[in-house]
């Protein structure tokens, strides 16, 4: 009487397959992460850093002559969806006359960006002629020229 006993089989013969799995999960994950960044990246990351770099001086004495002048800037929106911003000077005295070039871009997602022109409604108070077409953040990028001087400055508002 012959009796065929086998011996019983190790987990371990499954190792080679958690080995895949595994790996199999990371390639997926590290696929599904390169596609959602190369679709969704919205900005231009510009193609003259050197020459921008060899110019870095200039642009630390704009700022350096712009902080010099004292002026404040303080931007937000009315119920309409317009940009209002207040200009000041060093002494607290309004800023008049000035003249402002405006761009409003959205800091996330789809580039949306919108040029605005303001007029003085009231001694250093400026609206914007046009509405933000979205609610949400925007990021206004100004060129303010007011007595004989320039001042640049970027100020986040929001559009409820």
């Known amino acids: 009487m012959s009796t065929n006993i086998l ?14 799995g595994g790996m199999s999960v990371v390639v997926a994950v590290n696929a599904v992460m390169i596609t959602t960044a190369l679709t969704t990246f919205p900005g231009n990351a510009g193609r003259d850093g ?49 003249r402002i070039a405006a761009t409003a871009q959205r800091p996330l ?6 040029d605005l022109s303001f007029s003085e409604i009231d001694r250093g108070r400026y609206r914007s002629a046009g509405q933000l077409p979205l609610p949400g953040q925007w990021d206004l990028t100004l060129t303010i020229d007011a007595n004989s001087h320039a001042h ?9």
């Open 7 to 20: 011996p019983a089989r190790s987990a371990w013969r499954l190792f080679p397959w958690f080995i895949v």
């Open 50 to 98: 050197f020459g921008l770099s060899n110019r870095y001086n200039i642009v630390l004495d704009r700022v350096a002559n712009q902080n010099a002048l004292g002026w404040t800037v303080t931007a937000s929106t009315d119920t309409d969806a317009r940009a209002l911003l207040v200009l000041s000077a060093e002494d607290g005295a309004p800023i008049v006359g000035a």
């Open 109 to 114: 997602g789809p580039l949306n960006r919108t």
């Open 152 to 160: 640049t400055s970027t100020q986040r508002i929001v559009v409820r």
